[in-house]
């Protein structure tokens, strides 16, 4: 099987959030992915609860995210990204941690620095 670009999938993976393209964002993630983010204190999974996370900390606070930082293996990825929305502060600075199978997110952890 060919590697994933990596820079090319966080870039589409980006660019879905910030056009709050469900859709899109739910076919990056494999169908039974774990998704942890201890900011909110609550993993998501498989697409259901993924859609949840989205749906409520993207798109229900209008968030948009650039990317900062981005280093990489085969499998995995670190994002270091800026978020900006309706939240109260505003713009916060989070980390997004990837581990791909097949050429989809496995799993995620999600944090805010």
Request: hydrophobic letters at 40%; glycine letters at 8%.
């Amino acid at each position: 099987m060919t590697p994933i670009n990596i820079p090319s999938f966080i870039e589409k993976l980006i660019e879905a959030g910030n056009a709050y393209d469900t859709a899109t964002y739910l076919s990056l993630y494999h169908e039974n992915a774990i998704l942890d983010d201890p900011s909110v204190g609550r993993k998501f999974a498989g697409h259901q609860g993924i859609r949840e996370y989205f749906e409520s900390y993207f798109i229900g606070y209008k968030t948009q995210t650039a990317l900062k930082k981005l280093e990489y293996g085969d499998e995995d990825a670190r994002l270091e990204v800026q978020f900006t929305g309706d939240f109260p502060e505003g713009v916060v600075t989070g980390t997004f941690d990837f581990k791909f199978v097949n050429g989809k997110i496995a799993a995620a952890k999600a944090d805010l620095i």
